[in-house]
């Protein structure tokens, strides 16, 4: 593992109890930053606290519900008490809401997806943003999937929020591209999580065939991109989504 540099710095993960989020958490806890895990899932989100005990008080860990203001607030002004500033925003919390045509989606199914893949990592960026500012640096980096840009069958409510997720990354990094606050996404193809309990048999073997390298992403090969676009090295990178496809993605 290459070492990265973010001593001193602290990182808000969302989705941080599992998958991509707890491998970002442990790769960034490496590095020499505090952590702090926001997930809806309280069981999860305390065993994977106590997972990362050993880094002591760097680590805490927040239960919130991401399409509640109120809630955000809440995590942010803890997480603040707690460790004293927020460097890093990584939005990673996400569902996929099943499969099936657009047609036979339920609409509630359709918003559910929306509220916490896009509208969320709004609500994250809006609660934080602003400490960002004042302290003239900060580093967010957005969990898309590739599914944003190329749009999956079988999944439209998922791809929909994805691409929206793009385009927010891309407009708020023009928008703080002064301050000090850079703005990225990654676009992973499908990796192996409990993300695929959500998904049909058939739709996981449609997105294994269109990955030319003919696997799965690893989660801590996501978490070294992640990692690495929240240090200070990243520096001139800001609006940008990076691929994580295995050759899929196109453009």
């Known amino acids: 593992m290459n070492q990265l540099d973010l001593n001193g710095r602290v990182a808000v993960i969302t989705g941080g109890a599992q998958g991509i989020g707890l491998a970002v958490a442990k790769r960034m806890l490496d590095s020499g930053a505090g952590v702090t895990l926001w997930d809806v899932d309280g069981t999860r989100l305390q065993q994977a606290f106590e997972s990362l005990s050993g880094h002591g008080p760097r680590v805490s860990h927040c239960v919130v519900e991401l399409t509640d203001e109120t809630a955000i607030a809440e995590a942010t002004a803890q997480t603040l008490a707690t460790h004293g500033r927020i460097d890093i925003l990584v939005n990673n919390a996400g569902i996929t809401g099943g499969n099936g045509p657009t047609w036979e989606l339920s609409p509630e199914v359709w918003r ?42 079988n999944a439209s409510h998922y791809s929909a929020s994805k691409a929206g997720l793009i385009a927010l990354t891309k407009s708020l990094a023009k928008e703080l591209a002064t301050k000090g606050v850079l703005v990225n996404a990654v676009s992973p193809a499908a990796a192996k999580t409990a993300i695929f309990d959500s998904m049909t048999p058939q739709h996981i073997e449609f997105m294994l065939s269109k990955i030319p390298m003919g696997r799965f992403l690893q989660v801590d090969e996501a978490a070294a991109m992640i990692a690495w676009l929240a240090t200070e090295d ?16 196109t453009y």
Not at 117 to 137: E, F, S
Not at 234 to 249: E, I, P, Q, Y
């Open 234 to 249: 990243c520096a001139f990178s800001t609006g940008a989504v990076f691929d994580l496809s295995g050759g899929r993605a």
């Open 112 to 153: 559910r997806v929306i509220d916490v893949n896009l509208v969320g990592p709004y609500l994250t960026c809006r609660a934080i943003v602003p400490h960002m500012v004042h302290q003239g640096y900060g580093r967010i980096v957005n969990i898309a999937s590739v599914a944003g840009k190329e749009g999956n069958p």
